[in-house]
């Protein structure tokens, strides 16, 4: 079904994370690297791999700069980090570096499945309980990545302005559904209304600008 690689230098991390896409992901093959080095070399050779599971950790990483790396050298394969760390800024910073999701170790194994289904249907995953936390200095922060004019929120509808809360907090169009009490196509329209007026091609990118609104403003809460 799927070909995915398990990038972490913990061999019960990866035990375990291949135990869950094996039972929610039947017939997919799995495979394990303990390092940047042996992510790289898999890609390599699997040049169709559906997504590579990439510990900011293991040796070779360098912190953010192995998703450059590993994107860089192989952007037809997307990345998703799999990481202990549970800081909003890492979350953030990680996308920004063309990552396609972030996933934290702490997570029980329905959500871990729920995102990575998420993800294989060419969604962002963002940890929602993480991305609602205020910064630390209980102030916005200028954030990596697109701005947006706040003159253009004000042409977005309400339940535009709703879909682009849930959004940025990292739901996907069937959560943003069932929370709206609409239907999934319906959620898909007001998505692409949003990425239009943003001018912006990608969920990535929407989410990205969203980081800098106070929705509570804008929907008279």
């Known amino acids: 079904m799927y070909q ?3 990038a972490d ?3 019960m991390i990866r035990e375990a994370i291949a135990g869950a896409i094996k039972q929610a992901f039947t017939g997919s093959s799995i495979d ?5 080095d042996g992510a790289m070399a898999y890609a390599e050779e699997n040049p169709d791999t559906d997504l590579i599971l990439l510990d900011l950790n293991m040796p070779g990483m360098d912190g953010l700069n192995g998703i450059v790396a590993l994107r860089t050298a192989h952007p037809d394969i997307p990345v998703v980090v799999l990481s202990a760390e549970e800081d909003k800024s890492v979350v953030l910073k990680s996308v920004t570096y063309g990552a396609v999701g972030f996933i934290t170790k702490s997570m029980g194994r329905d959500k871990i499945t729920s995102a ?3 993800i294989l249907e060419g969604q962002i995953y963002l940890p929602p309980d993480i991305i609602r936390r205020p910064d630390e200095s209980g102030h916005r922060r200028r954030h990596d990545g697109p701005s947006i004019d706040q003159d253009l929120i004000a042409t977005f509808t309400r339940r535009q302005l709703l879909v682009f809360e849930h959004m940025a907090k990292g739901k996907s169009n069937k959560e943003i559904g ?3 009490n609409i239907a999934e196509t319906t959620v898909k329209a ?3 209304a949003i990425l239009r007026k943003l001018n912006v091609h990608s969920r990535l990118k929407a989410i990205l600008c969203a980081k800098d609104i106070n929705f509570d403003q804008y929907l008279g809460r």
């Open 178 to 180: 069932y929370d709206l």
């Open 32 to 36: 394990e690297t303990d390092s940047l």
């Open 9 to 11: 230098d913990h061999p």
């Open 4 to 6: 995915i690689l398990i």
């Open 190 to 192: 007001h998505v692409s």
């Open 116 to 118: 990575l289904e998420q």
